[in-house]
């Protein structure tokens, strides 16, 4: 597992507004998060680098499970959740998305 990168408000800021007009790449079904979804977030990643996920489950705890799943295995960074849908960053190789310096 990667380990997930640390970003500074003013990154995370930056990641925010960017985010604000992506819709929910990957959404969990009835199975939840299977292995499938799993290499669905992991492709998304490598591609946009920037995505979202929506986790349309009632229990907020079960919910933050599935966060803090996605998170360890994928070792993207957990840039914010507005409701039911978790904002997801890593960088790819490609380096597409530009942070600004901390």
Do not use: C, F, W
């Amino acid at each position: 597992m990667a380990t997930a990168v640390t970003l500074s408000n003013k990154q995370k800021q930056h990641l925010k507004s960017l985010a604000h007009s992506l819709k929910p790449v990957v959404l969990l079904g009835a199975n939840g998060l299977t292995e499938g979804v799993m290499a669905e977030i992991e492709l998304a990643l490598e591609h946009h680098e920037l995505i979202k996920i929506k986790v349309p489950d009632e229990d907020r705890e079960l919910r933050e499970q599935v966060y803090a799943t996605i998170v360890a295995h994928t070792g993207g960074t957990r840039v914010q959740v507005v409701g039911k849908i978790l904002t997801l960053y890593k960088p790819s190789s490609a380096g597409k998305i530009k942070l600004p310096r901390s």
